[in-house]
């Protein structure tokens, strides 16, 4: 009798699982796979050693960039540089303002200018170099408005400045600044 209920319950043990597994769906064999790491987005196209300009309506340049690397990626519509060299000249004013950085970004079909690591701006007008520089910056070459919300230092022929923050209309050379300012006179 033993027998019979251990031969019973072995059967009825073989069944249930054959019913389990055949049940199943094939999903809950298979191994369950990691989190799938979304890929970086790789360039459309890659240039070196290239000098961009771009020209005014009326002809005469307006910006030339100059990079070891240029990175495009049709689907943002985004330029991206290494180590980008920037000129950009403003008809009305005569001045020119030098770029250099780390790495930049072209956004904005051309309209807006991201620059990050180790910013530097030089203004050339007949009072003499104005030099901006901040570790992010951003440009828009056709108002040559520069903003940063981060730390700047400001150096002018008179006066050195430093804060937190700065809108800068470097046509004009008119700054304002956010927060936390401290500046050196230097008279002439």
């Known amino acids: 009798m033993i027998r019979q209920v251990f031969l019973v319950s072995g059967l009825l043990i073989l069944i249930s699982g054959f019913l389990l597994v055949w049940d199943s769906p094939p999903e809950s064999f298979m191994r369950q796979q990691p989190d799938q790491v979304e890929a970086i987005p790789s360039a459309d196209s890659y240039m070196t050693m290239v000098t961009s300009r771009r020209f005014a309506t009326n002809g005469a340049e307006q910006l030339a960039i100059s990079a070891p690397k240029m990175e495009f990626f049709t689907t943002s519509s985004r330029l991206t540089f290494t180590q980008p060299n920037i000129l950009s000249r403003d008809q009305k004013s005569d001045k020119n303002v030098t770029l250099k950085a780390d790495r930049g970004a072209l956004s904005d079909n051309g309209g807006l200018l991201s620059l990050n690591g180790s910013v530097v701006a030089v203004i050339e007008s007949a009072q003499g170099a104005t ?8 440009y ?37 600044i956010k927060s936390k300012v401290r500046a050196i006179h230097e008279p002439l």
């Open 131 to 138: 030099r901006l520089s901040a570790p992010n910056m951003t």
């Open 140 to 176: 828009a070459p056709d108002s040559q408005i520069a903003a940063t919300n981060g730390r700047f230092k400001l150096q002018t022929p008179e006066v050195t400045l430093s804060g937190k923050g700065l809108d800068a209309n470097l046509a004009n050379e008119v700054f304002s």
